[in-house]
Each structure stands twice: as structure tokens, then as C-alpha cells.
């Protein structure tokens, strides 16, 4: 088994591949921007950082929209952060057009809105550690405890047409969609990467995502 991060020059990439390193228990873990290598791979991990209309960009001059289509379609894979968000139709960020594999849209966390129950200001973008809440079972969220601290850094966040699509939330101060789940795809607006044992935990529960049985393979390991 091959696990591919895809590269398409947007995002901490090394950070999200040493922390698979960890878990991956000598599975081999390839950072490119070669499509052909991604659909060779067994598994796709699709990150991202900065602007929305940056990374489409990038996307595209690269050439991997058709590669990384069709990896969401047909096997494993892990979107996180912007790689979220890409998923969807439409991000208010530049007004981009994102990779539509998801119905919704992208909206920035409203300015009215960013009040806490005392009254005072909040900071967009919305960074550091909150709770995630599950709204479903689901293999990935294995060995994680409802309610378990990850680390955000985003301005924006998904509104999926679909309420079945939402895996689980956060407040901020408000109830916003962090994580996704259809099918063989899962993807989370907070970084795993940086979230210590519970971020290492759901990246050792993705290698080990049996997507056919729906289960996850003992030899999964976070420590």
C-alpha cells in the first residue's frame, strides 16, 4: 500500500506527512504533484493552506483536478483544511468555484455574529484548540472521544446542502460543520497534523480505514 499527500505547492505538507509517517507503520508515505503517481496510490490525503482562489489556481496549472476527482471517488481519502473546502461547490473567498464533489457552499464566519455570551469580540479567523463534536459514528472517529480538542486555524467553513454529509461540529460561537464524510471520503476543517495524540490518532485510523467493511484494522497505532 501506497499513501500519497498531494502537493500542488499549497499547504505544510511535510508536517502532514511526518505525522503519517508516525502512524503509518512503515507504510510508504509520498508527497508529489504527479498525477500519475496519485492514481497508482491506495490511499489520497488532500491538504491545503491559504486562499481558496490561490489554491484552485494551483490546482489547475498543475493538472491534478481530474487526478484528485477521481481519487475521491473511487478510494480512501482525507481532505484537511482547505482541502476541505475545495471539495465543495463554491467558496465565498474570491467567489471560487471549488471542485464540486460536495453540495454546498463555503462561508466566512459572519462579522454580526462573532460575539461570545458575554458580549465580547471574536477573532476571525477562528485559531486554536476547540472541541469537535461527532454528529454520527464513523470509523474515523475511532478511539476519539466525543468532544475531543483539535487545532483550527480558518476564517471560513463549510455549509453542506446535505445534513447527512456533516460527521461533526464545532462552536464558534456558533454551531459551524468541521468534518465530512461520504462514502470512501472524509475530510476536517481542523489540522490532525497539529492536534497531538487525537490528530495522530485519526491519521493512523485513515491508513488503517477499511472503506468496504466500514471498520478499522487492529494494527492501527497513535502513540
Avoid at 80 to 99: A, H, K, N, P, Y
Wanted: proline content about 6%; some cysteine.
Amino acid at each position: 500500500m501506497t499513501i500519497v499527500v498531494v502537493d500542488y505547492g499549497m499547504g505544510n505538507l511535510r508536517s502532514v506527512a511526518k505525522a503519517l509517517e508516525h502512524v503509518a507503520d512503515g507504510v510508504p508515505i509520498v508527497v508529489t504533484d504527479d498525477p500519475a503517481q496519485i492514481a497508482r496510490a491506495e490511499r489520497i490525503v488532500f491538504p491545503g493552506q491559504g486562499a481558496m482562489p490561490d489554491c484552485m489556481r494551483e490546482l489547475e496549472a498543475r493538472g491534478l483536478r481530474a487526478a484528485v476527482l477521481d481519487a475521491a471517488g473511487n478510494k480512501p481519502f482525507l481532505g484537511i483544511c482547505i482541502g476541505l473546502q475545495m471539495l465543495f461547490e463554491r467558496s465565498e473567498e474570491g467567489d471560487t468555484l471549488g471542485l464540486a464533489i460536495l453540495s454546498g457552499d463555503v462561508v466566512r464566519f459572519p462579522a454580526e455574529a462573532m460575539v461570545d455570551a458575554e458580549g465580547r469580540r471574536l477573532k476571525v479567523p477562528h485559531m486554536g484548540w476547540n472541541q469537535v463534536h461527532q454528529s454520527e459514528p464513523h470509523p474515523m472517529w475511532t478511539g476519539i472521544a466525543d468532544a475531543t480538542r483539535f487545532y483550527f486555524v480558518h476564517s471560513y467553513f463549510p455549509q453542506p446542502a446535505q445534513a447527512e454529509l456533516v460527521a461533526g461540529y464545532s462552536h464558534y460561537p456558533f454551531a459551524f460543520c468541521c468534518a465530512v464524510a461520504r462514502a470512501n471520503l472524509f475530510a476536517v476543517q481542523f489540522h490532525p497534523e497539529k492536534s497531538h495524540r487525537a490528530g495522530l490518532q485519526l491519521l493512523a485510523n485513515f491508513v488503517n480505514w477499511n472503506v468496504r467493511s466500514g471498520t478499522i484494522a487492529e494494527r492501527a497505532r497513535c502513540s
